[in-house]
Nanobody, 126 residues
């Protein structure tokens, strides 16, 4: 069983920055695919970013709307994944969720992940 706890969400003005953190329990963190999703009021949960490691290489994936603004990273020694968010826009307002997948190939699908955090609220004002 894996527990995920997000933190870092808050109210910020457009153009500002935030860094979200997700702390994970367990001893197999380095083998997990870690993802960030978000859900705005009245909308479906949306893929934001994912990170995986394989064969000594690190791979990252982003939804087009955040490319160049958001950066996902991980610190395996701390069992933590981060989402650095720069140049924030009002459209980024949502509850952001951290997710972990033991084995998966469809990184953009919420149903592919095995564990989820409780979410952290990000509000971007104009």
């Amino acid at each position: 069983q894996v527990e995920l706890v997000e933190s870092g969400g808050e109210l910020v003005q457009a153009g500002g920055s935030l860094r979200l953190s997700c702390a994970a329990s367990g001893r197999s963190f380095s083998t997990y695919v870690m993802g960030w999703f978000r859900q705005a009021p009245g909308k479906e949960r949306e893929f934001v970013a994912a990170i995986r490691q394989s064969g000594g290489m690190t791979y990252t994936y982003y939804v087009d709307s955040v490319k160049g603004r958001f950066t996902i990273s991980r610190d395996n020694a701390k069992n933590t994944v981060y989402l650095q968010m720069n140049s924030l826009k009002p459209e980024d307002t949502a509850v952001y969720y951290c997710a972990a997948g033991v084995t998966l190939r469809v990184y953009t699908s919420p149903g592919s992940y095995d564990y989820w955090g409780q979410g952290t609220q990000v509000i971007v004002s104009s």
